[in-house]
């Protein structure tokens, strides 16, 4: 039983252009959820959080979007660079009183020059 | 100056053995992770500690064992490797304010039993 889930497991968009990268979660408790990006051979590193109060939470040029009706969030990379490959995790947690994250399968971009 | 750190990087061993996996972290968090990447690339997490204490412990064999000796450290012996066990094991750490916070993670421990 997946809580979380990112139905694409991998995108390839052209340098300069947005990515879309979805997350679909089912526990209506999960009120924090992370992206997190990995490369080969190297652990999860964090990119971007956003908490159920927000509907969305920008820094630089990652945004992350949160739906709670529809229980779907999603980062947008933009302009994406090449730089930006990788495999991205998605992570929901139930908030306060939980210490765990329930991750993503992921999805790898891959951005084309 | 890594943050967390897992040692070994690679370990390839014959069925049967057992073997030790070490993580430090040197951010001064308080609560330590241990995730496996099966396979299929999922992140499930096996155990997590808080000051010491272990408070996750997820439907795992019981060959598996963590130990906390201090709040920096995180250590995972395997006994009796299995083949299903091959995965990638990453250590995580974080600080905990009554929610999880931002987790970190190592490297990544590839684990391949033969």
């Known amino acids: 039983d997946q809580q979380v889930k990112q139905n694409s497991p991998s995108l390839s968009v052209q340098e300069g252009r947005i990515s879309i990268l979805n997350c679909d979660y089912t526990?209506?408790?999960?009120?924090?959820f992370l992206w997190y990006k990995k490369y080969p051979a190297e652990g999860p590193t964090f990119l971007i959080s956003i908490s159920s109060i927000k509907d969305k939470n920008e820094d630089g040029r990652f945004t992350v979007f949160l739906n709670k009706s529809a229980k779907h969030l999603s980062l947008h990379i933009v302009p994406s660079q090449p730089g930006d490959s990788a495999v991205y995790f998605c992570?929901?947690?139930?908030?306060?009183?939980?210490?765990?994250?329930?991750f993503g399968t992921g999805t790898r971009l891959k951005v084309l020059a | 100056d890594t943050a967390v750190s897992q040692t070994p990087k690679y370990l390839v061993t014959q069925m049967g053995n057992d073997k030790s996996i070490k993580c430090e972290q040197n951010?001064?968090?308080?609560?330590m992770y241990w995730y496996k990447q099966d396979s299929k690339k999922f992140l499930k997490i096996m155990f997590s500690?808080?000051?010491?204490?272990?408070?996750i412990n997820e439907t795992v064999p019981n060959r598996f064992s963590p130990k906390s000796p201090d709040k920096a450290h995180l250590n995972l012996h395997i006994n009796s490797l299995e083949l299903g066990d091959s995965a990638v094991y990453f250590c995580a750490s974080s600080q905990y304010s009554g929610a999880p916070g931002t987790q970190y993670f190592g490297p990544g421990t590839r684990l391949l039993v033969l």
């Open positions: 951010l001064g968090h308080d609560t």
């Open positions: 992570a929901a947690s139930a908030g306060a009183g939980t210490y765990k994250y329930i």
């Open positions: 500690y808080n000051n010491k204490e272990l408070i």
């Open positions: 526990n209506s408790m999960f009120d924090y």
